[in-house]
């Protein structure tokens, strides 16, 4: 390098010249939509975590979210053993501030060895009549299909719509994320895990009533019913983790 280029490089680096600048890294976005694509923007999705607080949700049936569910890392994780001076942290099913009819959910989970948890919908918030979001709310199975018992029952296994309709086999291990996906338009119910179409069916329709007549929640009135509703995260005492949910109405 001749003198002249020595001294007059580092000029234009600061005048920032084409073909002169160095290459920056990619800056990380740490707004409350850095977890959506420019396509998804433009479709209209919104985030439902900002990534650090858990503004937008709270406990079932509580003013604020029970200090069991922690932000770390981008993620909502559920810790079922924090505690404060001695005393173990509450958790609850955690559920969204706003409600929700016909939606496009997506969203991320990962669920630690032996774990049970699951993304619940149309989820009715009122704790003097319904004590639990899933006896109003179906669901979307978080699970760890080889070491929890419900791995054993078909309709419990993840990505299954909780003892109701079987899912085609798409979760990824424990430990690892798995990208879930819920469509609901008009009772027409859509789920997708891992980028596969694993699911669908019709909302209040005959057919769906006789599936919740032979299910668990048939002694539970209004359950399947509601046409809007929360979107619940469970705590099923289980660590799992949540990152990257948003949605968009249609």
Same mark, same amino acid.
């Given at each position: 390098?001749?003198?002249?280029?020595?001294?007059?490089?580092?000029?234009?680096?600061?005048?920032?010249?084409?073909?002169?600048?160095?290459?920056?890294?990619?800056?990380?976005?740490?707004? @409350?939509?850095? @977890?959506?694509?420019?396509?998804?923007?433009?479709?209209?999705?919104?985030?439902?975590?900002?990534?650090?607080?858990?503004?937008? +949700?709270?406990?079932?049936?509580?003013?604020?979210?029970?200090?069991? +569910?922690?932000?770390?890392?981008?993620?909502?994780?559920?810790?079922?053993?924090?505690?404060?001076?001695?005393?173990?942290?509450?958790?609850?099913?955690?559920?969204?501030? &706003?409600?929700?009819?016909?939606?496009?959910?997506?969203?991320?989970?990962?669920?630690?060895?032996?774990?049970?948890?699951?993304?619940?919908?149309?989820?009715?918030?009122?704790?003097?009549?319904?004590?639990?979001? +899933?006896?109003?709310?179906?669901?979307?199975?978080?699970?760890?299909?080889?070491?929890?018992?419900?791995?054993?029952?078909? @309709?419990?296994?993840?990505?299954?719509?909780?003892?109701?309709?079987?899912?085609?086999?798409?979760?990824?291990?424990?430990?690892? +994320?798995?990208?879930?996906?819920?469509?609901?338009?008009?009772?027409?119910?859509?789920?997708?895990?891992?980028?596969?179409?694993?699911?669908?069916?019709?909302?209040?329709?005959?057919?769906?009533?006789?599936?919740?007549?032979?299910?668990?929640?048939?002694?539970?009135?209004?359950?399947?019913?509601?046409?809007? &509703?929360?979107?619940?995260?469970?705590?099923?005492?289980?660590?799992?983790?949540?990152?990257?949910?948003?949605?968009?109405?249609?």
């Amino acid at each position: 390098m001749t003198h002249l280029t020595q001294v007059l490089f580092p000029l234009l680096l600061a005048a920032g010249l084409p073909g002169c600048r160095p290459a920056q890294p990619h800056a990380m976005t740490t707004d @409350s939509t850095s @977890s959506l694509s420019a396509e998804e923007r433009q479709a209209g999705f919104r985030p439902l975590f900002d990534g650090r607080t858990t503004t937008g +949700w709270h406990s079932y049936g509580r003013m604020e979210a029970g200090g069991a +569910w922690k932000v770390a890392d981008g993620t909502l994780h559920l810790d079922p053993r924090a505690a404060q001076n001695g005393k173990p942290l509450p958790g609850g099913d955690l559920v969204s501030a &706003g409600t929700f009819a016909n939606f496009d959910l997506r969203l991320e989970w990962k669920i630690a060895a032996g774990g049970n948890s699951g993304i619940m919908f149309y989820v009715q918030e009122d704790s003097a009549r319904y004590a639990y979001p +899933w006896q109003t709310g179906p669901e979307m199975q978080v699970l760890d299909n080889e070491r929890h018992p419900d791995g054993k029952i078909r @309709s419990h296994r993840a990505g299954d719509l909780y003892d109701l309709v079987v899912a085609q086999e798409a979760a990824r291990p424990p430990g690892e +994320w798995n990208e879930a996906r819920i469509v609901a338009h008009n009772g027409d119910l859509q789920f997708f895990l891992n980028g596969i179409a694993v699911l669908r069916t019709t909302l209040w329709s005959d057919k769906w009533r006789r599936l919740v007549a032979g299910s668990k929640f048939r002694d539970m009135p209004g359950f399947g019913t509601f046409r809007s &509703g929360r979107i619940a995260l469970q705590d099923h005492g289980d660590p799992v983790w949540f990152r990257n949910i948003r949605i968009r109405t249609l």
